[in-house]
T-cell receptor
Framework: GQQLNQSPQSMFIQEGEDVSMNCTSS?????WLWYKQDPGEGPVLLIA?????ELTSNGRLTAQFGITRKDSFLNISASIPSDVGIYFC????????FGPGTRLSVLP | EAEVAQSPRYKITEKSQAVAFWCDPI?????LYWYRQILGQGPELLVQ????????DSQLPKDRFSAERLKGVDSTLKIQPAELGDSAMYLC?????????????FGPGTRLTVL
């Protein structure tokens, strides 16, 4: 079935640093969604992208819908401790599919 | 603020027993999803409802799993009999749109442990 790949798998950064992560697919997606999940909780929607090339911000978060429609990027500026968690990309393939996640750790 | 409600939050059961999970979506949301999330992985779609009808259950293990949304509002996911490999987080999500790819809002999940 359709799969999404995310990189990096995990990352450790210093508080205040910027973060970049990406998500790729072998097939075209018409929508990209980015979620954050804290331990023991359900995912929380961060940003939704609906058009190739679209760049959307939500506070310190910025996400882009890749021109090829096979990838998407999420950037976090000036990271803070509460940014710790797992970030998932997701989109509608043959059925709705999530990537494996990028685990972010922020060191004080 | 409207939220997706799920219960119970935690469930411990022995293998071969039956378990059931309940979900109440955000009011007015036509589409409801059940996901299974194994530790360390992303959520995997089990079943999607639009109103009371199943839209997609291609990844639902139908020999032991069943789901219903009789009145098109709340939903129940059942496992009978439970197996050790069913230990996971079961997540419910809802969306106000009637298609794929639209914004889904998740509940807090039910953590199932099968002994």
């Amino acid at each position: 079935g359709q799969q999404l790949n995310q990189s990096p798998q995990s990352m450790f950064i210093q508080e205040g640093e910027d973060v970049s992560m990406n998500c790729t697919s072998s097939s075209i997606f018409n929508t990209w969604l980015w979620y954050k999940q804290d331990p023991g909780e359900g995912p929380v929607l961060l940003i939704a992208l609906y058009k190739a090339g679209e760049l959307t911000s939500n506070g310190r978060l910025t996400a882009q819908f890749g021109i090829t429609r096979k990838d998407s990027f999420l950037n976090i500026s000036a990271s803070i401790p509460s940014d710790v968690g797992i970030y998932f990309c997701a989109g509608p393939g043959q059925n709705f599919v999530f990537g494996p996640g990028t685990r972010l750790s922020v060191l004080p | 603020e409207a939220e997706v409600a799920q219960s119970p939050r935690y469930k411990i059961t022995e293998k071969s027993q039956a378990v059931a999970f309940w979900c109440d979506p955000i009011s007015g949301h036509a589409t409801l999803y059940w996901y299974r999330q194994i530790l360390g992985q992303g959520p995997e779609l089990l079943v999607q409802f639009q109103d009371e009808s199943v839209v997609d259950d291609s990844q639902l293990p139908k020999d032991r799993f069943s789901a219903e949304r009789l009145k098109g509002v709340d939903s129940t996911l059942k496992i009978q009999p439970a197996e050790l490999g069913d230990s996971a987080m079961y997540l419910c999500a809802s969306s106000s749109y009637r298609g794929l790819g639209n914004e889904q809002f998740f509940g807090p999940g039910t953590r199932l442990t099968v002994l």
